[in-house]
């Protein structure tokens, strides 16, 4: 006894203790008091029977053995050893608590990075440098070019010709390389089906597993630059009308002059921007007229027209016919107005020779006039009807269409009369073979009656129909899909349609047998993978600052609510977009709305409270940064719900859009002006195609 004790020195960090074949305690340093008292023993001593099992197990055998033993807040790795002359089992701690909370972190850091990556609406993807293959890709990414994870994850760019021109793409990937990033460079890109579309491409390279690999986010701006197109159309066109067309803020202080206005009135534009237009235009208004009665006409009816007198750069009086009327934003408040106006001098002068000529036409064209009215008019409200109607199927359909799920919509009877484009490709029929009843001819014929038996049931009640079972695929291959049908009525509870959708939960029961099989045969591995680890949270630090400042870089911030716990993550671009350094302070719904303008806080608050009840959340809507100043943001998100509808998650983004929001309001002020002459304005191409015409 007295050799083995002075085998140990009593000054090892580590718990160092010796257990006989009988289960006693023969030895313990002062390390190993920890242990003794997790146990309940002191020297001399059994052990607890699970311990003594173990000791006993080690001689009979002669083989190690371990196990983990949390000792007060500290967590040992406990290694037994058989010392077979002397009958005793030597007994080894070493404290592996720090590498505990290594493996923590180092999972919470992966949690993060996968929600960001994989729940971020931006679209992103990290390909290998190695092959560039892609490692992985968010469904934004699939979303956006209409792929799914089977076809990108493994295969190349090039595979996929995913852009049209490729040379461009490798000339910014291998300045990605030398330089580590590009920021957004415009390139475009190819979807699935062939549909172009213009993105900004970012590029950082990060290290994953001590491999070189590139972070790219996609950020589709197809529209913007189709609205900047619209811009520079409209503004060409309004400095190629024959009329001047002059716009004012609510100071009436000048913000657009055309070249129209410059020919008719000598001045140059950048002579009388921030002007006050009475100053510049010395208006002399006709007998009975006042600008106080123009101003009230057009607040009144929305605009005001009709014959003034006015002066030149050169001090000439002319007279121009004006059409005035009010500019508005998006929510209804006036920002100022618009005036456009020809220079009738001459047709005055023409017009006095022609006075009595035209009194006796104009009974004529008045009556005229009405009638063109009243058919317009009818004209216009049949063919918005035909347009909404149209609109409103073209949207069905397309989402239908859009959704990953099989869907299909059917008669108050049951009878099935439509399917979508995912249901043909998956069974491989066609509609003729579906229609009606004959989808029992995809279900596995020992499953069918209970289908029937639920369906039926449902057709009879008015109920919902949810039920999990397999369909055949054009492969011939039956898979699991969950089911859900929901009767769609009408204001008195009749049911007109019934809308169903079935959902492949193939991967779901792979992954639920997966999980079973790993936990099944899960060890843990701790000293050997303390390095590893440290270096693997290191690198995922790295990917995580990556995404960050790609997010920066695109002025998109996301955030992540957990509904159930009330819990709420926002990533440092919210706090940058809100004017705010980078986690300030804690991120609540209420600190959000704080920062909502005023006057939008009630539109938001409802649209949050839509999308909880399942509708979709894309808003637009004014904040009041720190310092007082005003943006426009674009928000998105999509809400998770529990199988019983009930939601337990929203994740989503936030976008500063205030330059676009200007540029957008720039083409309407246009667009509002040239709709509003009295002038027929034709564009035509170089050829002498006409192109477009306003009246």
Same mark, same amino acid.
């Given at each position: 006894?007295?050799?083995?004790?002075?085998?140990?020195?009593?000054?090892?960090?580590?718990?160092?203790?010796?257990?006989?074949?009988?289960?006693?305690?023969?030895?313990?340093?002062?390390?190993?008091?920890?242990?003794?008292?997790?146990?309940?023993?002191? #020297?001399?001593?059994?052990?607890?029977?699970?311990?003594?099992?173990?000791?006993?197990?080690?001689?009979?055998?002669?083989?190690?053995?371990?196990?983990?033993?949390?000792?007060?807040?500290?967590?040992?790795?406990?290694?037994?050893?058989?010392?077979?002359?002397?009958?005793?089992?030597?007994?080894?701690?070493?404290?592996?608590?720090?590498?505990?909370?290594? &493996?923590?972190?180092?999972?919470?850091?992966? =949690?993060?990075?996968?929600?960001?990556?994989?729940?971020?609406?931006?679209?992103?993807?990290?390909?290998?440098?190695?092959?560039?293959?892609?490692?992985?890709?968010?469904?934004?990414?699939?979303?956006?070019?209409?792929?799914?994870?089977?076809?990108?994850?493994?295969?190349?760019?090039?595979?996929?010709?995913?852009?049209?021109?490729?040379?461009?793409?490798?000339?910014?990937?291998?300045?990605?390389?030398?330089?580590?990033?590009?920021?957004?460079?415009?390139?475009?890109?190819?979807?699935?089906?062939?549909?172009?579309?213009?993105?900004?491409?970012?590029?950082?390279?990060?290290?994953?597993?001590? &491999?070189?690999?590139?972070?790219?986010?996609?950020?589709?701006?197809?529209?913007?630059?189709?609205?900047?197109?619209?811009?520079?159309?409209?503004?060409?066109?309004?400095?190629?009308?024959?009329?001047?067309?002059?716009?004012? =803020?609510?100071?009436?202080?000048?913000?657009?002059?055309?070249?129209?206005?410059?020919?008719?009135?000598?001045?140059?534009?950048?002579? $009388?921007?921030?002007?006050?237009?009475?100053?510049?235009?010395?208006?002399?208004?006709?007998?009975?007229?006042?600008?106080?009665?123009?101003?009230?006409?057009?607040?009144?009816?929305?605009?005001?027209?009709?014959?003034?007198?006015?002066?030149?750069? %050169?001090?000439?009086?002319?007279?121009?016919?004006?059409?005035?009327?009010?500019?508005?934003?998006?929510?209804?408040? $006036?920002?100022?107005?618009?005036?456009?106006? /020809? =220079?009738?001098?001459?047709?005055?002068?023409?017009?006095?020779?022609?006075?009595?000529?035209?009194?006796?036409?104009?009974?004529?064209?008045?009556?005229?006039?009405?009638?063109?009215?009243?058919?317009?008019?009818?004209?216009?409200?049949?063919?918005?009807?035909?347009?909404?109607?149209?609109?409103?199927?073209?949207?069905?359909?397309?989402?239908?269409?859009?959704?990953?799920?099989?869907?299909?919509?059917?008669?108050?009877?049951?009878?099935?009369?439509?399917?979508? &484009?995912?249901?043909?490709?998956?069974?491989?029929?066609?509609?003729?073979?579906?229609?009606?009843?004959?989808?029992?001819?995809?279900?596995?014929?020992?499953?069918?009656?209970?289908?029937?038996?639920?369906?039926?049931? /449902?057709?009879?009640?008015?109920?919902?129909?949810?039920?999990?079972?397999?369909?055949?695929?054009?492969?011939?291959?039956?898979?699991?899909?969950?089911?859900?049908?929901?009767?769609?009525?009408?204001?008195?509870?009749?049911?007109?349609?019934?809308?169903?959708?079935?959902?492949?939960?193939?991967?779901?029961?792979?992954?639920?047998?997966?999980?079973?099989?790993?936990? %099944?045969?899960?060890?843990?591995?701790?000293?050997?993978?303390?390095?590893?680890?440290?270096?693997?949270?290191?690198?995922?630090?790295?990917?995580?600052?990556?995404?960050?400042?790609?997010?920066? #870089?695109?002025?998109?911030?996301?955030?992540?609510?957990?509904?159930?716990?009330?819990?709420?993550?926002? /990533? %440092?671009?919210?706090?940058?977009?809100?004017?705010?350094?980078?986690?300030?302070?804690?991120?609540?719904?209420?600190?959000?709305?704080?920062?909502?303008?005023?006057?939008?806080?009630?539109?938001?608050?409802?649209?949050?409270?839509?999308?909880?009840?399942?509708?979709?959340?894309?808003? =637009?809507?004014?904040?009041?940064?720190?310092?007082?100043?005003?943006?426009? *943001?674009?928000?998105?998100?999509? *809400?998770?719900?529990?199988?019983?509808?009930?939601?337990?998650?929203?994740?989503?983004?936030?976008?500063?859009?205030?330059?676009?929001?200007?540029?957008?309001?720039?083409?309407?002020?246009?667009?509002?002006?040239?709709?509003?002459?009295?002038?027929?304005?034709?564009?035509?191409?170089? %050829?002498?195609?006409?192109?477009?015409?306003?009246?």
């Amino acid at each position: 006894m007295q050799t083995r004790m002075e085998q140990f020195p009593a000054t090892n960090p580590n718990p160092v203790l010796s257990a006989g074949k009988d289960g006693i305690v023969l030895y313990s340093n002062v390390a190993g008091e920890p242990l003794l008292h997790e146990w309940g023993v002191n #020297i001399g001593e059994k052990l607890p029977l699970h311990i003594e099992n173990i000791v006993h197990r080690v001689i009979s055998l002669n083989s190690p053995e371990k196990m983990e033993v949390k000792a007060g807040n500290r967590i040992y790795l406990v290694s037994f050893h058989s010392i077979p002359k002397e009958e005793c089992v030597n007994v080894y701690g070493f404290d592996i608590s720090d590498q505990k909370k290594l &493996e923590v972190k180092l999972r919470e850091s992966e =949690d993060r990075f996968y929600k960001a990556f994989h729940g971020n609406p931006t679209a992103l993807t990290i390909t290998c440098v190695a092959d560039n293959r892609y490692v992985d890709v968010n469904d934004s990414y699939l979303h956006l070019l209409e792929y799914n994870s089977e076809d990108v994850i493994g295969r190349t760019t090039k595979e996929l010709d995913l852009f049209p021109n490729f040379a461009e793409r490798e000339e910014t990937v291998a300045l990605t390389l030398e330089q580590g990033y590009v920021h957004n460079h415009e390139m475009d890109v190819r979807t699935k089906t062939g549909r172009i579309l213009r993105v900004l491409f970012s590029l950082e390279t990060v290290n994953i597993n001590q &491999e070189r690999h590139i972070l790219a986010t996609f950020i589709d701006i197809t529209e913007r630059k189709q609205a900047e197109e619209r811009l520079r159309y409209h503004a060409n066109l309004v400095d190629n009308v024959s009329d001047a067309i002059i716009s004012t =803020d609510k100071e009436l202080k000048i913000r657009s002059w055309n070249k129209a206005a410059e020919r008719i009135y000598g001045w140059q534009e950048d002579e $009388v921007i921030d002007q006050k237009g009475p100053d510049i235009l010395q208006t002399t208004f006709p007998e009975g007229l006042s600008r106080e009665a123009i101003a009230k006409d057009i607040f009144e009816k929305g605009y005001w027209e009709g014959e003034l007198i006015q002066k030149t750069k %050169d001090g000439r009086n002319i007279t121009v016919y004006a059409k005035s009327m009010v500019l508005k934003d998006e929510s209804g408040v $006036v920002i100022g107005g618009v005036s456009i106006s /020809s =220079d009738i001098t001459e047709r005055k002068r023409t017009k006095e020779t022609l006075h009595e000529a035209y009194e006796t036409l104009q009974v004529q064209s008045e009556e005229l006039q009405v009638s063109n009215e009243e058919l317009q008019s009818q004209s216009e409200e049949l063919q918005q009807a035909n347009e909404t109607l149209r609109e409103s199927e073209e949207r069905f359909h397309t989402m239908a269409n859009a959704i990953p799920q099989l869907a299909w919509i059917a008669q108050p009877d049951g009878y099935i009369y439509w399917y979508n &484009e995912c249901w043909y490709a998956y069974t491989g029929t066609t509609p003729e073979q579906m229609e009606g009843w004959g989808w029992q001819s995809v279900h596995d014929p020992e499953v069918l009656p209970k289908v029937l038996e639920h369906w039926k049931a /449902s057709i009879a009640t008015g109920q919902m129909f949810d039920m999990e079972f397999p369909l055949r695929g054009a492969d011939g291959i039956f898979r699991p899909f969950l089911t859900r049908v929901l009767p769609l009525k009408d204001a008195n509870g009749n049911i007109l349609q019934w809308f169903g959708t079935n959902t492949d939960v193939t991967e779901r029961k792979q992954a639920e047998e997966a999980l079973k099989k790993a936990h %099944d045969s899960l060890e843990e591995k701790v000293k050997e993978r303390t390095a590893e680890l440290e270096k693997a949270y290191n690198l995922l630090k790295e990917s995580e600052n990556g995404l960050a400042e790609a997010q920066r #870089i695109a002025h998109l911030g996301n955030w992540d609510w957990n509904i159930v716990t009330n819990g709420l993550y926002w /990533s %440092d671009e919210i706090y940058r977009i809100f004017g705010r350094s980078p986690q300030e302070f804690g991120a609540t719904y209420d600190a959000f709305l704080n920062y909502v303008h005023p006057d939008d806080r009630e539109y938001v608050n409802n649209a949050v409270i839509e999308a909880l009840n399942g509708n979709p959340y894309s808003i =637009d809507h004014r904040i009041t940064l720190a310092n007082g100043d005003e943006h426009i *943001v674009h928000e998105e998100s999509e *809400v998770t719900f529990a199988e019983n509808n009930t939601p337990v998650r929203m994740r989503g983004t936030v976008q500063d859009i205030t330059e676009r929001k200007k540029a957008e309001e720039k083409i309407q002020t246009m667009a509002n002006a040239v709709e509003s002459s009295n002038d027929a304005i034709i564009t035509e191409s170089l %050829d002498g195609i006409i192109l477009t015409m306003s009246y």
